[in-house]
């Protein structure tokens, strides 16, 4: 089965647009996830929601709540979350373009495989390919995707593109804190050079399909080994995706038009607006969830 995109939208320079979708570039294939089952009956175990002091409640009694203080919830409704969260734009501006030496490792998340959505997204596509790979930079802009937007970088890869999901510099703890103990002793000069000469004879290229999970594989072992004995049905239902849109762009003219060009310049061709995205449509303003306090046994 073909791989579905996880997002469609465009890339934009300046005045050129480029259609593209956005493909995970991993998979957790390697984790292996086990459900608790009753041993007597076979069956799988399954959580009911409780109330202390009540017992099970229905879905349609349980809402959204933020503990602000110990037993004090502010109580949100569904309406009012989704209010929050940002469109999907579709749209991602290229805002700046760094090195790639100037972005710790440590903000790197999560990355993306980027191809353009058809045949006349390529050329716009190889164009900003070639040019990041050129001036060796990573482009860095912000995408809306699910609900929450993300700080991106965006570099070359190979024929196509990859994008990177970058974390927030709240979300990364500062090492100083945790080396602060560390005294500055100086290494001694003999265990050094033993230390050193070990590196360099260990020294080689990385290649990660030289390293497997063990425990992993042996679980895997572990369990086709009992489904010999017992057998079981795995039954997967086929998803297929939608279908390709597509966006016709004068290029060359998109990119003068961005340097300020001479747009009076003789085409040989007729002039086609350059593609822009569709206007962004406005955010809906977030109405204040009224703090509602409510005991320790409150509904969550």
């Not at 501006?93 to 998340?109: A, E, G, T, W």
């Not at 030289?210 to 017992?230: P, Q």
Request: charged residues 35%.
């Amino acid at each position: 089965m073909a791989a579905r995109p996880i997002w469609r939208g465009q890339i934009r320079l300046a005045l050129v647009s480029i259609p593209v979708e956005l493909y995970s570039a991993t998979r957790s294939g390697a984790t292996i996830a086990f459900h608790q089952i009753h041993e007597p009956t076979g069956k799988r175990i399954k959580y009911e929601k409780v109330v202390p002091g009540i017992g099970p409640v229905d879905r349609d009694e349980i809402i959204k709540g933020y503990e602000v203080s110990k037993g004090e919830y502010v109580l949100l409704e569904p309406e009012e979350i989704e209010n929050v969260k940002l469109e999907s734009r579709k749209t991602l501006d290229l805002v700046q373009f760094v090195d790639s030496s100037d972005i710790d490792p440590m903000y790197f998340d999560k990355p993306y495989y980027v191809v353009p959505a058809d045949d006349l997204a390529e050329e716009a596509f190889v164009v900003i390919r070639e040019a990041l790979r050129q001036a060796k930079k990573y482009g860095i802009g912000q995408l809306a995707m699910r609900g929450q937007e993300y700080v991106v970088a965006l570099k070359p890869c190979g024929r196509g593109m990859l994008l990177e999901t970058l974390r927030y510099a709240d979300e990364v703890n500062k090492a100083q804190g945790y080396f602060r103990d560390i005294g500055d002793t100086k290494p001694d000069e003999d265990l050094l050079d033993m230390a050193t000469s070990l590196i360099d004879k260990k020294a080689g290229k990385f290649d990660a399909s030289e390293f497997h999970n063990r425990y992993v594989d042996a679980l895997k072992g572990l369990i086709a080994e009992k489904r010999k004995k017992k057998g079981e049905l795995v039954i997967q239902d086929p998803d297929k995706g939608p279908p390709k849109g597509s966006n016709v762009i004068d290029l060359m003219a998109a990119l003068k038009k961005s340097l300020g060009g001479d747009e009076e310049e003789p085409k040989k061709k007729p002039a086609v607006k350059p593609a822009s995205a569709k206007p962004a449509p406005r955010r809906s303003t977030a109405k204040k969830a009224a703090p509602k306090k409510r005991a320790a046994g409150g509904r969550r």
